[in-house]
């Protein structure tokens, strides 16, 4: 049936375009206003980093792992408009077979799809929680907290320190390391 056909393309459209987006988020530790702003063009250079616009519109690179240049090249063969930015919202596809109208993915947008799929699980989620686990996630695995700041495009150190949790059982580690 080319209707079913149809549900499941389009379904499978979206859940790459959510780890995507996901990959992305963890990767470089973007704010959503950040992510939305990617274009196409960008990625297609087969390169692993990015310029996105940042606060007060200053330019920032961040770099992308091999998960999410994984993830975005799995979305992109989906993809069959042409649609100028990385990462749209979809509509539901018309039998018709009208040209489709694609719109990039607003805030509001990717902040709602995030904590409907974290309800789904039972798991708060919401678009920073990917800034702070990938900040976290970075410290923990060894990146200077400096490096950290630079990633996250943060005017001072302090503020890249709220980001970071460290955890009793992170101080027992580096004390292991350290102090035995």
Not at 64 to 91: G, M, Q, T, V, W
Not at 111 to 139: N, Q, W
Not at 146 to 163: F, R, S
Request: charge should be positive; include cysteine.
């Amino acid at each position: 049936n080319e209707k079913v056909y149809a549900q499941k393309k389009y379904q499978k459209e979206i859940r790459l375009r959510n780890i995507a987006i996901f990959e992305t988020l963890l990767s470089t530790g973007a704010r959503v206003t950040e992510l939305i702003s990617i274009k196409k063009e960008q990625v297609n250079k087969g390169q692993d980093s990015l310029i996105i616009l940042g606060k007060g519109k200053k330019e920032r690179l961040v770099y992308l792992n091999a998960k999410a240049i994984i993830a975005i090249k799995n979305y992109l063969k989906e993809r069959k408009d042409n649609n100028e930015y990385l990462f749209i919202s979809h509509p539901i596809a018309h039998l018709d077979n009208q040209k489709q109208k694609t719109s990039n993915c607003t805030q509001s947008g990717i902040e709602c799809m995030i904590r409907k799929l974290g309800k789904k699980i039972d798991v708060e989620a919401y678009p920073h929680k990917f800034r702070r686990t990938a900040a976290t996630s970075a410290v923990r695995k060894g990146m200077p907290i400096e490096q950290v700041q630079k990633m996250l495009g943060h005017a001072t150190l302090n503020t890249t320190q709220i980001y970071v949790n460290v955890s009793d059982m992170d101080v027992k580690i580096s004390h292991d390391k350290y102090l035995n």
